[in-house]
């Protein structure tokens, strides 16, 4: 019988010995990919890039409104920034749903998550420059 002092040793050791590690991936060419996988893992770094844009746009926006509302000069004047808070959650739904409706497409397929991935860019590119737009104008 094994006292339990030594089960955390032994428990270790079939962790170290459990296989070898992966291999590293190369990077695909995202400008000219060449398997299903390819063009989902591009897809999928697209969107990760408008994700960012639109995040730092988002902060920058937000501060504008909310620079709005301490300039207010009666209260009904104020809200701006409640109101974009909302709107962005709203908006956010909207794209994942819309998104998910374009991947149904090829349910079930390999090319589900790029058109996803892909939909949701562009959507994700579109508000950005809405989201500058309102940031401009307050």
């Given amino acids: 019988m094994l006292k339990l002092a030594m089960m955390p040793l032994l428990c270790g050791c079939v962790l170290l010995v459990d296989g ?27 969107l990760a890039v408008a994700d960012r844009e639109l995040n730092a746009q988002y902060q920058a926006t937000r501060k504008a409104v909310k620079a709005r509302d301490i300039g207010a000069v009666t209260a009904d004047m ?34 589900e998550p790029m058109l996803i991935s892909t939909c949701s860019a562009n959507l994700t ?3 950005t420059k809405e989201l500058k737009s309102l940031a401009e104008t307050m």
């Fill in 20 to 46: 070898p590690a992966p291999a590293q991936e190369p990077k695909p060419d995202c400008k000219a990919p060449q398997t299903q996988t390819d063009m989902t893992i591009c897809a999928g770094e697209d």
């Fill in 78 to 111: 104020k809200g701006a920034e409640e109101l974009l808070v909302k709107a962005q959650r709203a908006w956010i739904a909207y794209r994942d749903a819309e998104c998910a409706s374009w991947g149904y497409q090829a349910r079930g397929g390999s090319m």
């Fill in 125 to 127: 590119r579109a508000r």
